[in-house]
């Protein structure tokens, strides 16, 4: 069975930091590009950023210098460490694997919940 399990959010004060990890089972992991989504209530999920298996990186505008994807295909594993917290960055986050032939089935997790709140 495929599996996507995030870890790593809570709550945290505007400028505060944290590390979002989301580990992958039951796939060929570098077969994916693997991302990472977010989900306001009351908004539209939108892309956080992306990272496929060779190293290329993608970010949301309002991410970008603050938010940094990095990916351990020896471990299953992704991350995003996020900084300078914002409470706009408040949020579930989910973590999404994504063929990269696009032809296959696209993986969600069960989101992790960041709080930015002073």
């Known amino acids: 069975q495929v599996q996507l399990v995030e870890s790593g959010g809570g709550l945290v004060q505007p400028g505060g930091s944290l590390r979002l990890s989301c580990a992958a089972s039951?796939?060929?992991?570098?077969?994916?590009?693997m991302g990472w989504y977010r989900q306001a209530p009351g908004k539209q999920r939108e892309l956080v950023a992306t990272?496929?298996?060779?190293?290329?990186?993608n970010y949301a505008d309002s991410v970008k210098g603050r938010f940094t994807i990095t990916r351990d295909n020896a471990k299953n594993t992704v991350y995003l460490q996020m900084n300078s917290l914002k409470p706009e960055d408040s949020a579930v986050y989910y973590c999404?694997?994504?063929?990269?032939?696009?032809?296959?089935?696209?993986?969600w997790g069960q989101g992790t919940q960041v709080t930015v709140s002073s």
């Open positions: 999404n694997a994504n063929p990269r032939s696009g032809l296959g089935y696209n993986y």
């Open positions: 039951g796939l060929l992991f570098s077969h994916y590009v």
């Open positions: 990272s496929t298996s060779s190293g290329s990186t």
